[in-house]
């Protein structure tokens, strides 16, 4: 092959054990092909003594007009993911929820009705501004690599939670950690590796995704509303109104006074399945 190297090269330390380089060569045009197909994946050199960690070409370009009859190259390095080995990063996520009651102090109302109003008087209705805010959980992505990929070892998975403590350097604890799904999923041809970006949403440090819903047992009644007058009084000799509303606690049949309601509470429930993460591909060692 008739070809030569342009110096200086180039390699830049972009994060611990993760470096990027570029060099620069010369050819005529019968050695373009060949020059381009050889350097695809092979280690910038003399970095192969860093083993896996050392900048390996991920790509390769071709320009004329240099001077007639030759090309300049342009072969861009990189260091490869690793198998096994992963990268963590926040993912800027959001998803809009409506908020009922403020979230601190004594939680009054911010649209619908008091239940501490017996009489069922009163209720709120949003007139200004939006009670529509982003739900407050954080979502990251691990950065995996894998030599063979299944997408159903994936598809299987989204939606479950962790089943176990996850390992560093993540280390979430059991269900507190949700798959969302892989939005990167990239064969990368010189590395011969799958490329995988998985999206986790967290629960939180406190709290896990199956404790986080809870339910609460009642039934769905008519209930009377009060109509006013002009004059602010209850109206007692003109129209009634009635609303369909749901009403917490159980109905329990007795012979002697009927129908009683006994008070139900809010209980866990589980909205999730729990799965080990351990078939993912790429998974961390």
């Known amino acids: 092959m008739s070809y030569g190297e342009i110096h200086p090269r180039q390699i830049v330390a972009v994060g611990t054990e993760m470096y990027r380089g570029r060099r620069r060569f010369v ?3 019968a050695t373009v092909e060949a020059l381009i197909t050889t350097l695809q994946g092979s280690t910038y050199q003399p970095w192969y003594v860093m083993g896996e960690y050392a900048p390996r070409c991920r790509q390769a370009d071709a320009q004329t007009g240099f001077t007639r009859g030759y090309n300049i190259i342009t072969a861009e390095y990189e260091t490869a993911r690793i198998p096994g080995e992963v990268k963590i990063r926040p993912a800027i996520t959001s998803e809009l929820r409506k908020v009922y009651r403020e979230p601190e102090d004594d939680k009054r109302i911010i649209e619908g009705a008091d239940p501490k ?3 069922q008087w009163h209720s ?4 200004e501004g939006d009670n529509r805010v982003p739900t407050p959980r954080a979502h990251f992505i691990i950065e995996a690599a894998t030599e063979s990929l299944n997408m159903n070892d994936i598809w299987d998975l989204v939606g479950h939670v962790n089943s176990s403590t996850m390992p560093a350097p993540i280390g979430a604890r059991s269900q507190s950690v949700m798959l969302l799904g892989t939005p990167v999923a990239e064969w990368v041809d010189a590395f011969d590796l799958w490329y995988l970006d998985y999206l986790f949403a967290y629960s939180g440090p406190d709290e896990t995704w199956n404790t986080l819903v809870k339910s609460q ?3 769905w009644a008519v209930k ?3 109509v006013f007058t002009a004059d602010l009084q209850v109206a007692t000799t003109m129209g009634r109104k009635f609303v369909v509303e749901f009403a917490y606690g159980s109905l ?3 012979a002697t006074e009927g129908w009683m ?3 139900s509470s809010p209980e866990p429930r589980a909205i999730a399945p729990v799965s080990s993460f351990n078939t993912l591909p790429g998974y961390p060692r």
């Open 224 to 226: 009377e509303k009060p």
């Open 217 to 219: 047992k009642g039934f």
């Open 124 to 127: 709120y209705q949003v007139v």
């Open 27 to 29: 050819c005529d045009n």
């Open 252 to 254: 329990v049949w007795n």
């Open 261 to 263: 309601l006994l008070p």
């Open 117 to 119: 109003d017996t009489n």
